[in-house]
């Protein structure tokens, strides 16, 4: 998929603020949608998922806000720390989720500061 | 295991030259998938596995690349006769079905062709 890569967009955040990251998707018939972390050198990290019948969905430190109408997802991070610099990217896919049905975002470079 | 598992980690063989890269999936999911993650790209679908049904075998870049799955749990990606645009980080996942679960990531093999 289309990526930027090395010049992935960057959210630099001071350490103990919140994070907002965004997603945009295109799929109008998407169901389902996944946030990952990525650090260095590791795997996708699954964080929290949600469904399009649903809104918000929240988890430990972790929210996720799902838009439907402007297609539009967001991860919110509260009380951000140095452990949680990484890539985070957005997957939405339509259900039942399988194959290619999947599209990953390019994802956002989060940098946190001391 | 309790995560999926990819071996090797690392891999460097010259070009021209097979490789074998292993995935054992999360025991229980019937789900499997294999992406490419190139530098500057984002996760690329190369072929599915569900159940015992036939593989989704639609992302595979050319007739060089196969996989395999046995027993419905250990898939083996092989790429044969490999070319330096092959170099790339080989991430595995696995899900406990496609009814709206999430994928979870091996930490991938990183292949780079000299």
């Known amino acids: 998929g289309e990526s930027v890569g090395l010049h992935l967009p960057t959210l630099s955040v001071q350490e103990g603020d919140n994070s907002i990251i965004n997603c945009a998707y295109s799929n109008s018939a998407s169901d389902y949608f996944i946030w990952y972390k990525q650090e260095s050198g590791k795997g996708p990290q699954f964080i929290i998922d949600i469904r399009s019948n649903m809104d918000k969905r929240q988890g430990q430190r972790v929210t996720v806000l799902l838009n439907k109408t402007v297609k539009h997802l967001s991860l919110q991070i509260a009380a951000t720390q140095p452990g949680d610099s990484a890539v985070y990217f957005c997957a939405e896919s339509p259900l039942p989720n399988y194959g290619q049905n999947f599209v990953f975002g390019p994802g956002t470079r989060l940098s946190v500061l001391p | ?114």
Do not use: M
Request: negative net charge; hydrophobic residues 25%.
């Open chain 2, 1 to 114: 295991g309790a995560g999926v598992s990819q071996s090797p980690s690392n891999k460097v063989t010259e070009k021209g030259k097979d490789v074998e890269l292993r995935c054992d999936p999360i025991s229980g999911h019937t789900a499997l998938y294999w992406y490419r993650q190139s530098l500057g790209q984002g996760l690329e679908f190369l072929i599915y596995f569900q159940g015992n049904s036939a593989p989704d075998k639609s992302g595979l870049p050319s007739d060089r690349f196969s996989a395999e799955r046995t027993g419905g749990s250990v898939s083996t990606l092989t790429i044969q006769r490999t070319q330096q645009e092959d170099s790339a980080v080989y991430l595995c996942a696995s899900s406990f079905d496609s009814s709206g679960q999430p994928q979870h990531f091996g930490d991938g093999t990183r292949l780079s062709i000299l």
